[in-house]
Nanobody, 126 residues
Framework: QVQLVESGGGLVQAGGSLRLSCAASGRTFSSHAMGWFRQAPGKEREFVAV????????YYADSVKGRFTISRDNAKNTVYLQMNSLKPEDTAVYYCAADVRNLIAITTAASEYDYWGQGTQVTVSS
């Protein structure tokens, strides 16, 4: 069992920055990749970024590439999502997810992730 808790969401003006954190607990040794997803009202959950805890490989959705940075601190069992140059269209509930089955590969599919946090709201005003 892996427990994930997101934090750092809030209200920010367009062009501003926000840093999300995802703290993992439980059987964290089994978490190979950590991903960030987001879901806006009435829309499907979409992939944002992923990092492999073992290899450090990262991958970003085109919509956030160059603006968002995912990182990890394995000693703290925490992953971060640094969001810069925020746009109103970034407004969504952001979810942290853990993939415990893929050893070195990273995936953008939500269905491949095994554990999810409760989500944290990010609102970007225009």
């Amino acid at each position: 069992q892996v427990q994930l808790v997101e934090s750092g969401g809030g209200l920010v003006q367009a062009g501003g920055s926000l840093r999300l954190s995802c703290a993992a607990s439980g059987r964290t040794f089994s978490s190979h990749a950590m991903g960030w997803f987001r879901q806006a009202p009435g829309k499907e959950r979409e992939f944002v970024a992923v990092i492999n805890r073992n290899t450090g490989r990262t991958y970003y959705a085109d919509s956030v590439k160059g603006r968002f940075t995912i990182s990890r601190d394995n000693a703290k069992n925490t992953v971060y999502l640094q969001m810069n140059s925020l746009k109103p269209e970034d407004t969504a509930v952001y979810y942290c997810a853990a993939d415990v089955r893929n050893l070195i590969a990273i995936t953008t599919a939500a269905s491949e992730y095994d554990y999810w946090g409760q989500g944290t709201q990010v609102t970007v005003s225009s």
